[in-house]
């Protein structure tokens, strides 16, 4: 089966850090732009960063700038989000999700060919 599975993610204190995995089980992530999306409660869901797995080139909504980096390990078929200087304003499920043969950008959510479960981050004040 083809899917994207998430680790990483739980509680930490404002100004922490914390990391999410996506792991892609069934296919390689070769030429993918990977995105992780979060959605608060109450909110709508939306793009905070992307990878191309195939030339590493990178987006981040201005909201995490600075603060959140996105990396790809393709002999591990794995993209992380690395998330500092954590606020609770970024309390949020957060997703990854997949789409084939672009460069890193935000596409709409139907454009993703795959998407992982979704993984909870919280951060206490």
């Known amino acids: 089966e083809e899917r994207l599975v998430q680790s990483g993610g739980g509680v930490v204190q404002t100004g922490g850090s914390l990391r999410l995995s996506c792991l892609a089980s069934g296919f390689i992530l070769d030429d993918y732009c990977v995105t992780w999306f979060r959605q608060a409660p109450g909110k709508e869901r939306e793009g905070v960063a992307s990878i191309s797995t195939r030339d590493a080139s990178t987006w981040f909504a201005d909201s995490v700038k600075g603060r959140f980096a996105v990396s790809s390990d393709n002999a591990k078929n794995t993209v992380y989000l690395q998330m500092n200087k954590l606020s609770p304003e970024d309390t949020a499920i957060y997703y990854c999700?997949?789409?084939?043969?672009?460069?890193?950008?935000?596409?709409?959510?139907?454009?993703?060919?795959?998407w992982g479960q979704g993984t909870q981050v919280t951060v206490s004040s």
């Open positions: 999700a997949a789409v084939s043969g672009v460069s890193a950008d935000l596409f709409v959510e139907s454009d993703y060919d795959y």
